[in-house]
């Protein structure tokens, strides 16, 4: 595990949040306790021009059709400069690929975003990716040991960990979120 965060931030941090399939994480202004924290909340089902669809069927327009590269097209639109990006699941993949396309952000943090195995060089700016080790479809440890600047596993827990994990006060996960997002102006 590639980790090792010192915590220290006094301006405020901007945070772009995209959700997964389901539309997770729903409320975003409460979603992380860092502290001074400016939130803007993209659902992917948007992003992707379906905003009528969630789930398989969202699943199945993002990765079988064209609705990812929608969704890349929306977020390049976006001034992320001052961002970080938090994509959960499908949109953390979303994310990811849109920086490698141009998007601007000054860091990226990726929940079970584990179509992320399919990529094979890292992005240019600092990256962090969380893995339910219960998760079929995580990326090896190489990978984890390659792309990603910081990458963690939790012991146990499967896919959707983070529905619950990120919505608890003071979580491992919320935790080590906190950490890398503090960690950036050090």
Known sequence: MKIGL??????????????DIHGFP????????????????????????????????LHDHLFSKDGVQQAVRELLEIDGRTCVGIGFSAGGTALWTAVKQGLELEALICVSSTRLRFETSPLNI????????????????????TLPVYWKTYPGK????????????????????????QSLSV
């Open 26 to 57: 729903g409320t975003f202004a409460e979603l992380f306790d860092v502290g001074c924290l400016e939130h803007r909340g993209l659902q992917l089902a948007g992003l992707s021009g379906r905003p009528d669809l969630s789930g398989d069927s």
């Open 158 to 181: 499967p896919h959707d960990f983070y529905r619950i994990d990120a919505a608890t006060p003071n979580s491992p996960l919320r935790t080590d979120i906190a950490a890398f997002i």
């Open 126 to 145: 600092p990256t962090m990716v969380f893995w339910g080790e219960a998760d079929p479809y995580r990326p090896s440890e190489s990978w984890n040991d």
């Open 6 to 19: 010192t915590m220290c931030r006094s301006r405020t941090q901007r945070l772009l949040v995209v959700s």
